[in-house]
């Protein structure tokens, strides 16, 4: 189309369409600068540029929503594929610090810390996490009062989605919490299940970012998603319970020779638990690992009371038929389904990092990991206990006693492990594996 022996189609067709229906003025330049004939031309003219106009402005709606639908699309698709994978867990710690990448990762975060709630002491305590590397989370679990924190109280029993910036003066409690953490802004969710807050959900970002209705909309649903995989990881685990509350009324038949055994074989589970988690055991490992510890004394239940409970210095020979107690116990479990890596440890918590122990004289990494752990817990215990042949010693000097025999008769990690977890009484927050957090960048 030429007009005036100028080419219509070399005028910028946005800059035509905007000045002729819209700015009156330029119009009008446009009109003596590309002249048109008559009233009726310039009418007609005015018809195609319209229709040019809404033609383009159609394409670009549907264009718009094409793209929109993408987004959503793609958005839901990163959330079923998250959800999907926490279905392979069978940890609910592993679970969350999956959750945790999962987030930052779909919200272009900086990093994600899940906390257990305790409704009953108004109190949050750091469960799981991830940060982006290099960035870094605290390693050590940390719990805080919801009283200094009255948004997050919001956030978990209201259940609603509230977001922090620094700066502005909204939260500002939170607000200095995101300064000491190395933030400029966070996403809190509330994790439910059953109509009932059980953790909260922190998406940190290092820019200033007030986080949209959208970004909130589809955090929520991604979180109440997972927490129904979680709740059946849960019910899992609570069912596992069930499952050491049997395995523990088997070691509780030792209570009619032996008191101590009793109380002592619960303590040395779960301190062997907290022990392996420390050294980056999960899941099932630490499920084994408490069994074993558990169950590490059951084969006593073949040893004498006369010599169980004899307040005097064994005889060489009776010493003979306590070391029988690791086979026997061994022995005692190698028949039920589904326990032979506790038979391991069962069978091998009393040898030695040197080789000197028994019943093998297994030596360094032969020793299973789980007995290891199992045989310095075990000797803690032991030290720190009132015994009928002697009185109990004091934590630290026990813990003096494992270093002096770290690298001989206990495998130092596990020491280091035991002497942190007992002087700062304190449990380490559960972060994805390495391999899983590179695979996902």
Known sequence: MVVAGKSLVRIPLARLCRAWLRRPAQRLELQRSYPIGGRHERCGASMV????????????VVGF?????????SEMAGVMEATRALADVDDVADGLALLARQLTHLFNGAACMISQYDADQALTTDWAG???PPGRLNRIAESYVLDAYPATRTVLVEQRAI???AGSGEYPEEELLLD????????????????E???LVELFDRRRRAFSERDQHFARLFVDQAAIVLAAVR??????????????????????KDAYTRHHAHEIGELAAEVGEHLGMRGAELRILRMGGMLHDVGKIGVPEAILNKPGQLTDDEFE???RHTTVGANILRDVPGLAPVVEIVGSSHERWDGAGYPRGLTGEEIPIGARIVAVCDAFHAMSEDRVYRKAMSGELALEELKRCSGTQFWPPAVTALTTIIRDGTRAVRYPKPQEDSATR
């Open 130 to 132: 991830y940060a982006r």
């Open 235 to 256: 019910s899992a685990e609570q069912l596992e319970r069930q499952d050491l509350a049997t395995v523990a009324a088997l070691a509780n038949a030792l209570a009619a």
């Open 180 to 195: 000491e953490l190395g933030f400029r802004s966070s996403l809190m969710l509330p994790l439910t299940h059953g109509g």
């Open 197 to 199: 807050s059980f953790g």
């Open 163 to 165: 977001t922090v910036v």
């Open 49 to 60: 540029v319209a229709g040019v106009y809404w033609a383009t402005r159609g394409a670009s």
């Open 321 to 323: 038929i306590i070391k």
């Open 65 to 73: 929503r094409r793209r929109r639908f993408r987004r959503l699309g």
